[in-house]
């Protein structure tokens, strides 16, 4: 395949010299862009666009072509294990996505089974291939998926909650049950994130957006016990090179340290917590990323530019930082903001490496 | 005053030595209880039942006859102060409080005045009073308030939220308005949670319940700043006896080595912090209070045992720890759980002294 031209997100992820910070920024390919809006309306709804390669690939690139991003990520769906799995992943406009057929009985949790990456879930590698294919080595492709203890949140649930009173039921009054779709949901990711690195993924992210509301015990055995075994049944290299891997918890900014244990190169922090204390708690371990308010976007460039300062300012000098927002981008960020945000990011670093 | 038979609170948080670990429970006074749900009845209100200094002291007192609890809290509310600037709190049937009057153009929040806490909030200062005499020096009683930014997070909105629209456009918008107003805020804590000491508080929390929901530097800058400034101006000793003062800020286990800077005595936990990992944070400088998940106290008193032997086992040997829930008591919580929770933590907690 194809040499990078451009590797700065790898080496800054292993914590590598860099001649300045790079950044890309979750939900890159999103709302914000009228062009994936006109993309997606093309494709339908945006199921069919995940599931469309040619759809999914051209999303992907949208953003590269505006911003000098240092990186890509496929464009797909944190729940296509789970829609793999049978349940019926869809969407309700304007209200996320839940499950026709969520988890709620144990016959159906006994039968569940990790999907085949290569048949259940070829949309996704077909996109990781003809993605890779298309940055023809301009920058890196970020393959991801969402952490077990994420996916069997939705799975149990059926849906997004503030406090997911039927998956909470079952841990505790069936934890064998919980732990049971933890098992297969954990060996479903690492199947499919390794079959993304093989069809062309040069850096994985494991996305755990509900285990830091648990308690710390709660935390540790069902959620991050399960990341960790992800990331370590992953390939560390391919054809020669290293695969970085990142997992990124929100509102788990209490257990850095942990997270920071699990062999992952990198973690991925929210935007409530301050840089420079997680890098003093675990820089000497991993690299950085994040962590800038996606709100500031939403304020003007001159914010976009004060907030960015504020946060390499806050990470301070040397390698080991990914610039990010500390979470997805709004649809209602104007699309100078986030130009504002990669040109400032790339011209303020400097003078940090 | 009376002298103390039970101290046990007041050195842990010292981080003196005791012989076992005490214990507390965020809103122990409250609707578990079929006492607590008498008087409120017979009060007619929530509000009633507040400012009413005997209905007040009957309810601080009445988990104290059931459990061998080793601290009293007055029964009041967080939002005490700005209803006392005359913002008109109130509260709907299961929702919630809220204000008549929040804070929407710039004349009323330039026209915010501190209450004067003898005059303005008499009502709490009497229920110390009347509640501190009552205890008898049995346990201390602890005083309390909302800090200055969750305050103006109520202030501002009107009532409580999962993103405060309002607060965060002012801070984006008109920050020098929001300063104003935690400024406002601070002043009028200081002298309220003074006031509370002079009439026979022991020991001093602050609550900061929106904070953690900050980005890092805002955090730092529109919350911790103010808190930190109440715990200054806090009086540290009373009649020859050191007032300890707890910061408790929800979802910001993120920040626990800044809010130990403080000033403050001790920080309260919530339920999501390893306990193990935050004494290794900041257990050098400040005492814990937490930090067991309260939908444990749900799961029967097996279970709670367990909750319990856990949290005191994360917290390990020696002094410092302050047994209580991550957040409030559910109202759904079976009183044999309270025993339960209360027992164990005595009986279990002699093993770590």
Redesign the interface.
């Given at each position: 395949m194809n040499p990078l031209k451009n590797d700065t997100l790898i080496r800054a992820l292993l914590r590598q010299p860099t001649p300045y910070t790079p950044v890309w920024v979750m939900r890159q390919a999103g709302r914000y862009l009228p062009e994936y809006n006109a993309t997606r309306a093309r494709a339908g709804s945006f199921l069919a666009l995940c599931k469309t390669p040619a759809f999914a690939v051209e999303v992907t690139l949208q953003p590269l072509a505006r911003f000098a991003l240092d990186a890509a990520i496929v464009f797909s769906d944190i729940l296509t294990i789970p829609d793999a799995m049978g349940l019926g992943l869809a969407f309700a406009e304007g209200e996320g996505p839940y499950f026709e057929r969520p988890l709620r009985d144990e016959r159906d949790i006994r039968k569940l089974r990790a999907p085949v990456p290569g048949e259940d879930l070829r949309y996704v590698l077909d996109t990781v291939r003809q993605a890779r294919q298309a940055l023809d080595g301009k920058v890196p492709l970020i393959g991801f998926c969402g952490s077990p203890y994420t996916l069997a949140c939705y799975m149990i649930e059926g849906r997004g909650s503030?406090d997911f009173p039927a998956v909470?039921a079952m841990l505790?009054?069936r934890p064998e049950l919980l732990h049971h779709i933890l098992d297969v949901n954990c060996r479903a990711a690492i199947a499919y994130l390794n079959g993304q690195i093989e069809a062309g993924a040069q850096v994985i992210m494991i996305f755990d957006t509900w285990g830091?509301?648990?308690?710390?015990?709660?935390?540790?055995d069902f959620s991050l016990a399960y990341a960790k075994r992800v990331v370590q049944g992953l390939k560390r290299e391919h054809q020669g090179a290293r695969v970085p891997s990142i997992v990124f918890a929100k509102?788990?900014?209490?257990?850095?340290?942990?997270i920071a244990a699990s062999g992952c190169d990198a973690v991925g922090v929210d935007?409530?917590?301050?840089?420079r204390?997680?890098r003093g708690?675990v820089g000497a371990r991993v690299a950085l990323q994040g962590?800038?308010?996606p709100?500031?976007l939403?304020?003007g460039p001159d914010?976009v530019r004060a907030g960015v300062a504020?946060v390499l300012a806050?990470f301070g000098s040397g390698s080991g930082h990914v610039f990010n927002l500390?979470h997805g981008i709004s649809r209602h960020t104007p699309v100078d903001s986030m130009s504002a945000l990669v040109d400032a990011v790339h011209e303020a670093s400097r003078a940090y490496h």
């Open positions: 503030t909470k505790r009054d830091g509301m648990l308690g710390a015990a709660e935390y540790r509102g788990a900014g209490h257990s850095l340290e942990s935007w409530t917590v301050d840089l204390a997680a708690r962590n800038l308010d709100d500031v939403l304020a914010a504020a806050a500390g």
